[in-house]
């Protein structure tokens, strides 16, 4: 088993969630999306949010992420959190999970295809192309998107040299 603590700024998830769903709530909706608790826009306006754990256990990386980012417009009947995001990948694929509620709810959000990671010396990157929504995560968005919609790509580095 690999852990690896402390972990912050030593990695991170990046993700754009869905770039129709941005296009709409900026463009279409006139509403706007702010990132925090170290979440940050790159400049290619997908979110990263830094590691805070990553642990290897059977063939598994759990990785934890710190940060959110919140989706709103129509005067706040669209209201959509992603805070803290967790990704567990393995051989089958991955899962995607975050607190979508300022009450703690966690919800499954995306499953991703099977990417293995590219591992070098210093560190592990992993992209997965192919990540849609999953039933629990239709919700989210307002039921809009039926499950197996696609969404951005995901891409995660973790530094793993200690
Ligand atoms: C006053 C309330 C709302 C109005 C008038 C409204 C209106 C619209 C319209 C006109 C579109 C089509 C946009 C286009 O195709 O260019 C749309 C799409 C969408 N709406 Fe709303 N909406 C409302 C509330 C919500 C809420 C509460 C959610 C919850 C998350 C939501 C999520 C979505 C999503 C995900 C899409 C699809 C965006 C895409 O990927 O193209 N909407 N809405």
Redesign the pocket.
Known sequence: MTSLHDAVNRGSLTWAV?D??L??VTV??RGSYTVEGGATITTDGAFAFPLRRAVQTDGQWHLSFAGSVRLTA?HG??D?LIADPELVTGHEGGMLSARTNVDGTTTLIAATDAEVPQHSDVDLAWTANDVHLLESGVEL??G??PAGTDLAPLKVRVSLDS
């Open positions: 869905r129709s769903l296009r709409y279409v909706a129509h009947f669209l959509v968005f307002g809009v998107y």
